[in-house]
Each structure stands twice: as structure tokens, then as C-alpha cells.
């Protein structure tokens, strides 16, 4: 699923793995540690339910969502499972601040998506993950771990990839 939006960070697009029904998504979410204009953070990684995320993302982030399906076989599902179960081995859970601070009236994003979908956030105690980059390791990286590993390889990484060159060559496919 790519994202657009005319409005602040969105400008740049993001990418989200939908996979049985739950959204996967990796980003700079953790206000406290972003810094360099929102460019470097540490890693966050979201688990949503699909059905409460598409709605609250049009709703409070005012993007249009584009949506993608890639058939599977049993071979590539099952490399996408593994790749899963190894991410979340470095994967620890985290507490957005309307959990940590009980206050109610948080306005994070991740406040606000935790309120509307229940969503998992995890950080990273390792790997590549850990820290989030924009230009490095970004929402588009982890996707390509997904995509790669069950073998389809339509997009080779040239460069930097952003969510436009994931909605191009999709669009393309």
C-alpha cells in the first residue's frame, strides 16, 4: 500500500507490507527521538488491523492510499513467514505515550493510531532496523525484504528507493 498526501511529512509518500489481513509498517514514529528535520529517528515498526488502519490514515492523515496485491505461491509464502519470524526476533515491544503516560489527551500519530486500531509497536535491539533513515533504511527497505524474499524481484535497488518509485513500477506491473 503506497500513501500520498499534500500535507507536511507525507509530501515524501510511504509504503506499508499488507499481509493476512494486518498492516506492516516501519517508520520515524517515536517523536522523542527525531531529529535532522524528521529524516533520522529510531525504527519503529507498527502491526495494525487493515480494516481500522485504511480508515483512520484517510481520516487524520487526509492520504490517498493506493493498494496493491501480488498473487503468492505456497513456495513464496513461506519465505515471507520466515522472513517475519526472523524481524521480530530483534523486534521489542514499545509503548506509544498515551500508553506510557496514561494521559488522554495525546496527539502523536502513534497515540492516535494506537486509540483508533489497538495497533503493536515494536523498536529494534539490533540490526538494520534499529535506526531509521530516510535516504537509508526507510518504510521502502523492509518492504524490499518482504518482496524479495518470496522472489519476485521487479524492482532492483538502484539508489534510493522512495514510495513514488514503489507506486511507479507497481503502477508498471
Not at 531529529?35 to 485504511?54: M, N, P, R, S
Amino acid at each position: 500500500m503506497v500513501h500520498v498526501s499534500n500535507r507536511g511529512a507525507n509530501k515524501v509518500g510511504h509504503v506499508d507490507l499488507i499481509y493476512k489481513d494486518k498492516v506492516y509498517s516501519y517508520g520515524n514514529y517515536d517523536d522523542k527521538y527525531r531529529k535532522f528535520f524528521q529524516i533520522v529517528g529510531e525504527g519503529v515498526l507498527f502491526i495494525a488491523d487493515k480494516e481500522k488502519y485504511i480508515p483512520f490514515c484517510i481520516k487524520h492523515s487526509k492520504k490517498t492510499l493506493f493498494c496493491f496485491g501480488i498473487k503468492l505461491d505456497k513456495q513464496q509464502i513461506e519465505q515471507i513467514e520466515e522472513k517475519l519470524e526472523v524481524l521480530m526476533k530483534s523486534a521489542v515491544k514499545w509503548d506509544p505515550p498515551c500508553i506510557l503516560t496514561k494521559e488522554k489527551k495525546c496527539d502523536d500519530y502513534c497515540s492516535c493510531l494506537y486509540k483508533a486500531t489497538k495497533a503493536r509497536f515494536f523498536k529494534f535491539s539490533s540490526g538494520k532496523f534499529r535506526t531509521y533513515f530516510v535516504l537509508g533504511i526507510s518504510c521502502c527497505d523492509i518492504i524490499n525484504e518482504f518482496i524479495g524474499s518470496s522472489g519476485i524481484d521487479f524492482l532492483k535497488k538502484s539508489g534510493i528507493i522512495s514510495p513514488g518509485t514503489y507506486l511507479y513500477h507497481l503502477n508498471r506491473e
